[in-house]
């Protein structure tokens, strides 16, 4: 017997490397040292820093893997993996640097997984990070033909003098929420229970989603705000703080970025609620509150700023073409989540 009897092709998975070589170097910055291939990635700190700090995050794409694979396509999950990763470094107001994958599959299909690494790739040049290094696992027997899973690793810098650590947050700091692209990357255990339950097939092109196919619209990437919020601190703007609005929606997000005895305040009518939502709500009968507990509604990021800069803060994301809304206000409180 030799490795490939057990059900691992290692020529296979050479060939794949070179594959994606060029994939990864499109992904290159100019702190990185080496290439693909060592036993691990190197990276140079950037100049220009006094203090410089240390950002790492990490994440997966959760069972929205398994719509990619059920519908056959794999070229967008590899930037909800960036994106979860890149945008909860953001949040402590950190520039991603690199990141690292590590992709399991039951059997290596360099087809099929050439696509996933190229979202990835797509999703760190969207976030301004080089894809450092990776791992793919060919593990037969422990995943079924045709599944694989993911997940991430990112690490970003900052200022230590500049961290959002909450302090900054003060009483009447007013929250600006940017526009998501749909689902994004949470609460897909319970879209998929909705799909079954109410019958429907992915090809389906459910009522207002815009002649979308189901598959399109729930595979539709996690938004990456990571080079629009930098820019726009460049620019002057001041934040006070940041939330990724990922599982357990604003409730559970929104409040991890206030200070001490503060609470928040959310008006749910001061935005446009995707379609999306209202369809999953009506064919899976979810009541509001677990709507707003379990999924974005619309909002994937939100900035506390100043008063005085709300306008302004308005103006420069809507010129970038990322819809924001005034959604809610900082109050005293005891780090609750209230609607009004």
């Known amino acids: 017997m030799d490795y490939r009897a057990a059900g691992v092709d290692v020529e296979a998975g050479r060939a794949f490397v070179q594959q994606i070589r060029s994939l990864v170097d499109s992904t290159r910055r100019p702190e990185v040292l080496g290439g693909l291939g060592g036993f691990s990635g190197l990276f140079q700190l950037p100049s220009g820093y006094r203090e410089p700090v240390l950002v790492s995050g990490t994440d997966g794409v959760g069972t929205k893997l398994k719509l990619a694979q ?23 107001g950190a520039e991603p640097l690199f990141f690292l994958d590590y992709l399991a599959t039951g059997k290596l299909e360099p087809a099929q997984l050439t696509q996933v690494v190229a979202g990835i790739t797509e999703g760190c040049l969207q976030s301004g990070c080089a894809l450092l290094g990776g791992e793919t696992a060919e593990m037969p027997g422990f995943y079924q033909p045709g599944e694989y ?23 009447g700091d007013v929250a600006i929420g940017l526009a998501s692209q749909g689902v994004h990357s949470n609460g ?28 399109e619209e729930l595979l539709t990437p996690t938004r990456i705000y990571v080079k629009p919020i930098l820019a726009a601190h460049k620019t002057g703007l001041t934040i006070h703080g940041m939330a990724h609005i990922t599982g357990g929606g604003l409730p559970e997000n929104l409040p991890r970025c206030l200070g001490v005895n503060q609470s928040i305040q959310i008006n749910a009518q001061s935005w446009t ?24 509604m619309g909002i994937g990021f939100v900035l506390l700023v100043p008063p005085a800069q709300v306008e302004q803060t308005l103006q ?24 009004l």
């Open 70 to 92: 059920n519908g056959d396509r794999h070229d967008t999950v590899g930037i909800d993996l960036v994106a979860m990763c890149v945008n909860d470094v953001l949040t402590c």
């Open 149 to 171: 899973d993911l997940a991430g690793f990112c690490v970003g810098i900052v200022e230590k003098s500049q961290i959002l650590d909450g302090s900054q947050v003060e009483v």
């Open 188 to 215: 897909f255990s319970l879209v998929r229970k909705i799909i079954e339950t109410a019958g429907v097939g992915l090809g389906d092109r459910p009522p207002n989603l815009s002649g979308k196919t189901l598959l």
């Open 273 to 296: 609620i995707p379609p999306v939502f209202e369809w999953l709500a009506t064919a899976g009968s979810v009541e509001q509150g677990e709507m707003f507990n379990t999924f974005n």
């Open 316 to 339: 420069w994301f809507e010129a970038g073409n990322l819809p924001a809304w005034a959604i809610g206000e900082v109050i005293e409180g005891k780090g609750e989540l209230i609607f």
